[in-house]
Structures are given as structure tokens and as C-alpha cells.
């Protein structure tokens, strides 16, 4: 059997440690990761090897040449352009006649292949993809297989809410060369979103293998290290150079002409390369120390790696760090934990790196100085930095100036050079602030900025396309904590911008190398004055006013404090309503409501619309995308209610088509509006995936049951002033008050609960609900939602706590609160193992 290595990689989260070389050349215990790979497979008895390049290929070429001196016969392989994985394989076609394997040149494993490669065998496989099992799923394939290994679903790099195993992706394949007739010649064409659901759909014999053994995707500088640790204590089975010596609580690994001095204190595991040397009294532990690297008299090292010609002078302390080649520490600097130093640097004596902190190449830190930046902001941002509501954090604590600068700056780096970008922001003078850092972040990318000021949500989206930005970002306190602050990044539709372009941002902004313009060419920012009337004209032409003046509405509308107060009353006044406006002012202490904070608005709101005989009642989020309805009787609708009432009065007064709804909305909605020719389309959560919905063909109305309704033909996002006008003008048509509209909906039973889960659990919880359920009928839309008859239960994982949700809908409530009670209880257990 041959063997496709896949060495194209450009090593982008591992900078600045890949700046100069190809991530497969990044030393690995004082060996290229590459020749680990190739090791396995010569181990393994696969000798004939092609290799793919296409970064810096001279680099890897010269290293290995033609193989020999490492036991294989190598030939490579060099795309023109990028052609995708699969396309980079299809394009070494002429080489692979046979069963082959492909395998990434920059993963640490020692799976058995030979094993993996029976498997193939005895299923006729045309392609098997080798699967582990992981703590965190996000960041790979997820599969699901049948008990034979048949692959029945998959999911690249899916969202928490997304994850339904923790059985992934390992990036090794085994083939059949038959599987290459489906990939198309010179053109981008990618394993895990091309090829594998074109395999799929066409029945071909798509089989996953789970291997046993070590492997680890060493993705980032933390994964970096931590492969370090597992080799140093053992966990992966990898050749190690040198010479092993064995104590009773050490095994050192002593390159040829390495020196080490009799009082050296050598602790744990630690790797010293060829003609390195550790000077008297200096104190190691579980490091390596690559070739020609110097450590001086009483210096410190613990939990580091240091690449070749590392100079540490005396006295020095390295804690957690990664040292590049060719750097010199300083006498008696200090490196705190996670700090990390490229290559050619110098680090001044008694100068200190604080903890996280990376120095890019050729950089000098003078004597004394200490360099001290947060560019990682602790446990919070590690997991992402995007979440259901953009980018959520404390603050001035969590979300600070500098903080906003950079994001912008990464931000601004996603776009082309000029772009214009619309900000915007709620009246708060925190949201101000960092308004203001985000902007200045965008300008030093070289994007122009459009800067609304205070504006509602809606209307900033409305205006996208108008203004000719690509983008935009609202920056607002959070309507729900008086701590929080959300930053909401929008497209050029002026919808929620989609989870591959946060993604990519994330890269960016960890990465930390994003593009900076000159000095001539920065950004330009301006003040335009946004066209209120053009808002409120859309508004006014999209909706049929005489219906609603017929009826002389008498309504109630509590506008939060919001900026919507300033824009609304005019479009309202057109309408012939009588309107009795509640907290119609800008107050930016009242931005945020604490749930008890809502209820009594709420219920205010509900004693003036009884008490003065109004017809039906509005409350407003302070970023006028949710609406909240109150009848005429002064009682609040539900969530569920509202939603099931709004889609009634749809499909009573539009045309036939699609609605929206996530998997979590009622089942009565079916019942509702099937027998007026309306279809209702289940989507994920997520906000924007009612977004992605409402943007379809077809669809005329969308939901997000929590109060947010979209009408695609204004516009494909959340709207609570066009919802308001919208309602106004169905209850007109439909010739039916809020009450009546509330009578025409059945009632069904739900009960809801939620189980503590820790991160690294999820993905196997979900592996094991899905396996437990598989003789039930089961829809996987998001999270998993198991239907007996009538009733159902959804149990989803919540995508920024570490929590299940468990909701379920029955005729009667008991039984509602019967299956809530079953599935905490299976969770319960299955979260504990």
C-alpha cells in the first residue's frame, strides 16, 4: 500500500512558530512532525510515499530527499494553485493505481494503520474515514456510523448546538482509487464538505474506523505544548532521539555530544539535543532542549520547549514557554507561564515576558524591561469568542477598549482594504466607549467607517445595502445583565453575520498577525446622517395603512427607553391609531431589565391596557428586535403563545409558502396553518439560522419563539416595529381581535428543565442519546428531538453554558413533566459516564 502525505499546511495557527517553515517542519521533540508520520508508516511496513506540497516545498524536499535515509521512497507532488484536499489528492492521480492512504503530515499519533487497513478490507470500503473520540468536537468532523461502521451522518466543524458525538474526523483515509473518478481535476474540491456528502448521496461504501491509540490535531500553540508533555510522559509511542537514560523518578533522553554537568538537576522527562550543553546547578523538568541549545548556571527550565541554538543565560526562569530558534534568553530574565518567543529574538537581562504573551521574530525586549499585553483573555475567549448573541462579555472587564480595538482590527482584516463598515450603538456611554475602540481597530485595517451613533437595531440593518457597506457592528449593553455588553456583527443583507465568518474572524484575532495598513492608507470615518425617512417610507409602503386606519386601533406601546421612541411615533401617526407611549425617552440607566424588571413591566403594561380599554398592547426590547404582546384583557401572551397567534394571523392574510420556526416552537403550528397551504420548515436555534430562513425562497414569515418575528419581503431579520405595524394590519384583514386570534389556537402541555454538563462531556453525551434513541423516531435538526405519536421531547446542548436543555410537549402536562423527568434522570447519568 502507498501513502498520500498531506504537507501543504501554511501553520496559520501556529504563529509566529511557523512564520519561517511549513507546519509539517515544526520540530516535535527535536524532530520535524513529518518524520514522526513517516516513522508510523514505515513502522507500519508503507514505504512508498508521494507527498503533497505546497508552502515552502523546497523546505520539506531538502529534508527528507528521496526518502532513503529514512527507510521510504518519497516522491512529491506540487499543485500550481490550492485545489482543497481532496483536489490535491485527485491532482497526484497519476501515482495512485491501488488502495492507498492519505494522512496529514503535521498530526501526533501512533494509531495501529495496519489494523485500520484490515478494516478497509473486510467492508469493501471505497473510502474509510480513521475516527477517534474527543473531549471538544468543534474544531473537527463529527460522525455517526452504523454498528458495522457505515457512515450515516456528518457534520464538519459543527456549533455546540450542532454536536451530536464526540466520534471525529482524524484526517486519515483509506482508499480506493475508483473513489478519485468523483473528484473533479484542477479545482478546489475538499474531503470533508465535497466529497464525503457526494459519497453519501450516490450510496457509495463510505465506512469510519475507530482506532485506538494517541492523536492530536496540533493546531495552536497550546496544543503545541501539551503534545510536548504527552510524549515526555509517555501517552503516544513516538522514537525519541538520542540516547535514553533511566533514573528512579526520571528518563532523559541525551543527544550525541550533549554535556550535562554533574549538579544539573534533571526532573521528570527531558529530551537534551545533539551538542547541547546544561551548565552547574541549572534545573530542568520535563523540557526539551533542541540541538546546540546552551542552558547557563542556575537557570530554570520546567514544562518548555526550546527549539535548536536556544541561548539561556544564568539564572533564568522559563515557565510553560516555547523558546524559537536561535533566541537568547537574558541572565535572570523571567518567562511567565504561556509566554512564547520566536525565533531570533533577544530577551534582555532581568527583563520579564508575562504570562501569555508572544514576541514575534527578530524582536528585541531591552535590559529591565517587562513586556506585558493581554492578547488572550483567559478561559472565556479559549473556547470562542462568538456566541448566540455575537460577542458577549463583561464590560469594561472582559469587552475593554483594548480589547475592541484588536477585534475591530481582526474584523477589518476579514474585509477588503476600503471596505466601508456601518457601527452603531445603544445610548449607554459604555457603548460609546467601546464603540469608539472598535472603530479605531477598523480604521487601522484600512476600512472606512460609516458611524451611525445611537440607532435601533432594525433601522442599522435596513440601511446596510443602502449605504454600500459590506459589514457592520452594533454595539449595545445587554438587555438582559447589567454587566454585559454584546457586540453584533451584521453582513451586507444587515443579517447576523454566518458562523464561518465568525470563524474566521476568531483566527484572525487569536492569531494576532492580521493586516495593518500604512500610514497613507488607513481608514476614513465618517458621520452620515442615516436617512430616518427611509426607514420609515419602507415601512409605510410595505404595509397596507388603509386596513389599519379602518379599524382605528387603540393600542398601548412601552418603548423601553429606547431610540426607537424617536423614530416610531411618526410612522404610528400615519396609521390613525391612538397611542398612549409608555418610557418614550432615552434613559441609559434603564437600558437593561432584570427578569423580575420585565414582569412588572409587563404587568404594568397590562393594567393601562385594561384600565383605559386599548385594544392590545406593546412592549419593545430597548434594540426594537423583539416584541412582546399583551391583549386586550391585559393578560401577556407567552412566547409560545404570541408566536402560534402571529403565525395564525399569517397564514390567515398572506399568500401560501414556508415558515420558519426553530425545532423548540410548538407542533401546533402545523395544525394551524396546513390547511391554508403553508408549510412549516424546523430550523436550529440559533438566531440567525431563522436569519438564514427568512432569507430563502419561498419563505414569507419567520420566528424565533422568544418574542423576535420576521417579515422577509421588508426585510430578512428581526423587527419589532415593522412586527408592530405588521400585527396591526392582520388583525385588520383577518377582521379578528388579539383575543379571538388567541381562542382559534389549540392548547398543548410543556415542561422544560436543564442538566449541568461539562464541556468535554457534550460531545459524548450526544454520541450516547443518539445511540440510545436510535429505535425511536429522532429528527437531528438541532440537538435531538425524539417524537412518540404525538408528544415530543427535544434535548439540546445550550452553546454557551455547560448545561442540557430538555423540553417537552404533550396533550396532557403530566405526561410533559413524565418525559422531562425520564430524560433528566438518562442525562443525569450519561453526563456522569
Not at 46 to 56: A, G
Request: proline share 4%.
Amino acid at each position: 500500500m502507498r501513502a498520500v502525505i498531506m504537507a501543504g499546511g501554511f501553520g496559520t495557527r501556529l504563529r509566529p512558530l511557523s512564520n519561517n517553515i511549513p507546519k509539517p517542519m515544526v520540530p516535535m521533540a527535536n524532530k520535524p512532525m513529518m518524520e514522526h508520520i513517516v516513522d508510523l508508516l514505515r513502522r507500519h511496513g508503507i514505504v512508498d510515499l508521494i507527498t503533497l506540497l505546497h508552502f515552502q516545498p523546497e523546505l520539506i524536499e531538502g529534508y527528507f530527499g528521496d526518502g532513503s535515509a529514512f527507510g521510504v521512497r518519497m516522491t512529491y507532488v506540487a499543485p500550481t494553485e490550492d485545489f482543497g484536499t481532496a483536489g490535491a489528492v485527485k491532482n497526484a492521480e497519476s501515482f495512485l493505481d491501488a488502495p492507498f492512504l492519505v494522512i496529514s503530515g503535521d498530526v501526533l499519533t501512533d494509531f495501529d494503520l495496519a489494523a485500520a487497513a484490515a478494516f478497509h478490507r473486510e467492508r469493501r470500503a471505497d473510502l474509510t474515514i480513521v475516527l477517534t473520540r474527543v473531549e471538544n468536537p468543534l474544531q473537527y468532523g463529527v460522525v455517526i456510523t452504523e454498528p458495522d461502521g457505515r457512515i450515516v451522518r456528518f457534520l464538519e466543524k459543527p456549533t455546540w448546538s450542532e454536536v451530536f458525538s464526540d466520534t471525529v474526523n482524524t484526517g486519515i483515509y483509506l482508499m480506493d482509487p475508483s473513489v478519485l473518478a468523483l473528484i473533479p481535476p484542477r479545482r478546489e474540491f475538499d474531503f470533508s464538505k465535497d466529497l464525503f456528502p457526494l459519497m453519501m448521496r450516490e450510496g457509495k461504501r463510505l465506512y469510519g474506523y475507530v482506532a485506538e491509540g494517541y492523536w492530536r490535531d496540533v493546531g495552536d500553540l497550546l496544543e503545541y505544548r501539551v503534545a510536548h508533555q504527552h510524549i515526555l510522559g509517555g501517552a503516544v509511542r513516538v522514537a525519541i532521539p538520542g540516547r535514553k537514560v533511566e533514573g528512579a523518578d526520571r528518563a532523559v533522553w541525551l543527544g550525541e555530544g550533549s554535556r550535562v554537568d554533574f549538579t544539573a538537576a534533571l526532573r521528570g522527562a527531558v529530551i537534551v539535543g545533539r551538542n547541547a550543553r546544561v551548565e552547574g546547578n541549572a534545573r530542568i523538568t520535563n523540557s526539551v532542549l533542541g540541538a546546540g541549545c546552551v542552558v547557563e548556571e542556575g537557570a530554570s527550565i520546567s514544562d518548555s520547549v526550546l527549539w535548536d541554538e536556544v541561548h539561556v543565560e544564568a539564572g533564568a526562569v522559563l515557565t510553560e514557554n516555547v523558546v524559537g530558534r536561535g533566541t537568547r534568553i537574558g541572565a535572570r530574565a523571567s518567562l511567565f507561564e504561556g509566554a512564547l518567543v520566536s525565533d531570533g529574538c533577544v530577551i534582555g537581562e532581568d527583563a520579564t515576558v508575562k504570562a501569555d504573551v508572544k514576541v514575534w521574530p527578530q524582536k528585541v525586549v531591552e535590559d529591565g524591561a517587562t513586556l506585558a499585553t493581554s492578547l488572550i483573555w483567559g478561559d472565556r475567549w479559549s473556547r470562542s469568542l462568538f456566541g448566540a448573541y455575537g460577542v458577549t462579555g463583561l464590560a469594561n472587564v472582559e469587552i475593554t477598549p483594548e480589547f475592541a480595538a484588536k477585534l475591530g482590527a481582526a474584523f477589518g482584516a476579514s474585509l477588503r482594504e476600503h471596505a466601508v463598515v456601518c457601527t452603531s450603538r445603544d445610548a449607554h456611554r459604555t457603548s460609546r466607549l467601546v464603540n469608539r475602540a472598535l472603530i479605531c481597530g477598523l480604521l487601522s485595517a484600512g476600512v472606512n467607517v460609516h458611524d451611525l451613533r445611537v440607532s435601533p437595531i432594525p433601522v442599522v440593518r435596513y440601511q446596510m445595502g443602502r449605504k454600500g457597506a459590506v459589514a457592520g457592528v452594533h454595539t449595545r449593553r445587554s438587555p438582559y445583565d447589567p454587566e454585559l455588553m454584546d457586540l453584533k456583527f451584521f453582513d451586507e443583507r444587515g443579517m447576523d453575520i454566518s458562523t464561518s465568518r465568525e470563524k474566521g474572524i476568531e483566527r484572525l484575532f487569536f492569531r494576532e498577525d492580521f493586516r495593518r495598513a500604512t500610514t497613507d492608507n488607513t481608514g476614513t470615518l465618517s458621520f452620515p446622517e442615516y436617512d430616518i425617512e427611509y426607514y420609515q417610507d419602507g415601512i409605510l409602503n410595505f404595509i397596507n395603512q388603509q386596513a389599519i386606519r379602518s379599524r382605528s386601533f387603540k393600542i398601548v406601546i412601552d418603548y423601553a427607553y429606547s431610540s426607537a421612541a424617536t423614530i416610531f411615533p411618526a410612522v404610528l401617526g400615519k396609521l390613525g391609531c391612538e397611542v398612549i407611549a409608555l418610557n418614550a425617552y432615552i434613559d441609559e440607566s434603564r437600558i437593561t431589565k432584570t427578569a423580575e424588571e420585565f414582569q412588572r413591566s409587563l404587568r404594568q403594561l397590562g393594567e393601562i391596557v385594561r384600565i383605559l380599554g386599548a385594544d392590545l398592547g406593546f412592549l419593545l426590547d430597548t434594540g426594537a428586535e423583539k416584541l412582546f404582546l399583551v391583549d386586550n384583557k391585559g393578560d401577556h401572551l407567552a412566547d409560545d403563545l404570541a408566536l402560534a397567534v402571529v403565525t395564525l394571523l399569517v397564514s390567515r392574510t398572506q399568500s401560501p409558502g414556508i415558515i420558519g420556526v426553530p425545532v423548540t416552537a410548538s407542533g401546533i403550528l402545523e395544525e394551524l396553518v396546513g390547511p391554508q397551504g403553508f408549510r412549516i420548515e424546523r430550523t436550529k436555534i440559533a438566531p440567525r439560522a431563522q436569519m438564514a430562513a427568512a432569507a430563502a425562497d419561498g419563505v414569507v414569515f419567520a420566528a424565533d419563539a422568544f418574542g423576535g418575528f420576521i417579515f422577509p419581503a421588508f426585510q430578512p431579520a428581526f423587527d419589532a416595529l415593522l412586527a408592530v405595524v405588521k400585527v396591526l394590519e392582520m388583525l385588520a384583514q383577518s377582521d379578528l381581535t388579539i383575543h379571538e386570534a388567541i381562542r382559534l389556537v389549540p392548547q398543548r402541555m410543556r415542561a422544560r428543565d436543564q442538566v449541568p454538563c461539562p464541556w468535554e462531556r457534550k460531545g459524548a453525551v450526544m454520541r450516547t442519546l443518539i445511540e440510545a434513541t436510535q429505535g425511536e423516531q429522532v429528527e437531528l435538526t438541532d440537538g435531538v428531538k425524539v417524537r412518540r405519536g404525538s408528544d415530543w421531547v427535544l434535548l439540546y446542548p445550550d452553546p454557551d453554558k455547560p448545561t442540557f436543555h430538555i423540553l417537552a410537549e404533550t396533550d396532557v402536562r403530566i405526561r410533559a413533566e413524565a418525559l422531562v423527568e425520564e430524560f433528566r434522570g438518562r442525562l443525569r447519568a450519561w453526563v456522569a459516564g
